[in-house]
């Protein structure tokens, strides 16, 4: 069973910055995609960011020019940097990665929170 092990995240006041890791317990590149999401409170889940084996990037729009997302195929790691930090982007996230075979995996989730 895969496992993705997620760390990075914590609390931070708004304007700051965080980043977030993703380590399967595979080499990264068993995967076609690899990305973030993220729950707020009361909310449903949602996608943040995700990143393909070849390295093609998409973001949601709230995030665009905020958030980062790469992959450092050395470390089998994938990486979420977030700046300038919005009260908004409070949640649980949750790495989430796509096997080859079309199997999908989630990480535990680590809570980020972002104070005013």
């Known amino acids: 069973q895969v496992q993705l092990v997620e760390s990075g995240g914590g609390l931070v006041q708004a304007g700051g910055s965080l980043r977030l890791s993703c380590a399967p317990s595979?080499?990264?590149?068993?995967?076609?995609?690899m990305g973030w999401y993220r729950q707020a409170s009361g909310k449903q889940r949602e996608l943040v960011a995700r990143i393909t084996r070849v390295g093609t990037t998409n973001y949601a729009d709230s995030v665009k020019g905020r958030f980062t997302i790469s992959r450092d195929n050395a470390k089998s790691t994938v990486y979420l940097q977030m700046n300038s930090m919005k009260p908004e982007d409070t949640g649980v996230y949750y790495c989430?990665?796509?096997?080859?075979?079309?199997?999908?995996?989630w990480g535990q989730g680590t809570q980020v929170t972002v104070s005013s």
């Open positions: 989430n990665a796509i096997s080859r075979r079309g199997n999908e995996y």
């Open positions: 595979e080499s990264i590149f068993n995967f076609n995609s």
